[in-house]
């Protein structure tokens, strides 16, 4: 595979690059210094500043399929053989790898970071496991490049509270989405004090229904089972699917 460049109409995510630097990993039961680190705030959260690639072992570490369940994650997609999907922030392609086998020969999966180094490294991962239908695209801040209409599935996986420019970027989304294609967050939860993650790279339900909503998306359904994270699936606004209602999160007693 050979990185195509995306031209992407968010500056904000070329702004993101500019000043990402290398931080420690996201769990922690203390927040940590951000000093000297430009802060952006939208809709009343405190934009999170983008993982550097120097800690992309922390999305491999071993102890993530026990603390996350990224499995049951992916079941709960119930994406298709034949599917187009996007892995949106990508990383080194943890997700996009279990994606491209579930969608199969006959579907794509488009494998998006704003870090060219992410991206080298997905491919190092994905050919020797002989994944040909993935395609990795570096987002700038030059335009637009999302085809329009095109993906059943845009996934984010602990991404959003990190993109600084979301109206734009979610706009972007929103104009490639096919009329019943899903857009899914996932974001550790902001609810439950017992997740060993920063407070800034947490995200409560209701923020992030507010946040989409205000972006001419709406709820379709959520996944409540993982054991760290919120799965909210959002729709376009003019989509034939119906709105749901938010269920909040509940501690399992």
């Not at 974001?187 to 339900?205: A, G, N, Y």
């Amino acid at each position: 595979m050979k990185i195509a460049l995306l031209a992407f109409a968010a500056v904000g995510w070329a702004a993101a690059l500019a000043r990402a630097e290398p931080e420690v990993p996201a769990v922690a039961t203390a927040d940590e210094n951000f000093t000297g680190r430009e802060r952006h705030e939208y809709m009343g959260r405190t934009i999170a500043p983008t993982m550097h690639f120097s800690g992309a072992g922390w999305l491999t570490r071993p102890t993530r399929e026990e603390e996350e369940d990224p499995l049951k994650l992916l079941s709960s997609l119930k994406v298709k053989p034949g599917q187009v999907v996007c892995d949106f922030g990508c990383g080194n392609g943890y997700h996009s790898l279990q994606l491209a086998k579930r969608v199969g020969a006959a579907g794509q999966v488009y494998a998006i970071d704003i870090q060219p180094e992410m991206l080298e490294m997905l491919e190092e991962r994905a050919g020797p496991r002989g994944l040909e239908n993935i395609k990795p695209l570096l987002a700038t801040g030059e335009g637009s490049g999302l085809p329009a209409g095109s993906f059943d599935l845009v996934l984010m996986v602990d991404v959003y509270h990190e993109l600084s420019d979301p109206e734009a970027i979610l706009a972007e989304i929103r104009a490639s989405l096919k009329p019943e294609g899903r857009l899914v967050l996932v974001e550790f939860r902001e609810e439950d004090e017992t997740v060993p993650i920063l407070p800034l790279h947490k995200m409560s339900q209701v923020q992030v229904v507010k946040e989409l909503e205000a972006n001419s998306f709406h709820l379709a359904g959520q996944y409540n089972r993982l054991p760290w994270q919120h799965v909210l699936h959002f729709v376009r606004s003019d989509s034939p699917i119906e709105k749901a209602e938010l269920k909040p999160w509940r501690p399992v007693r």
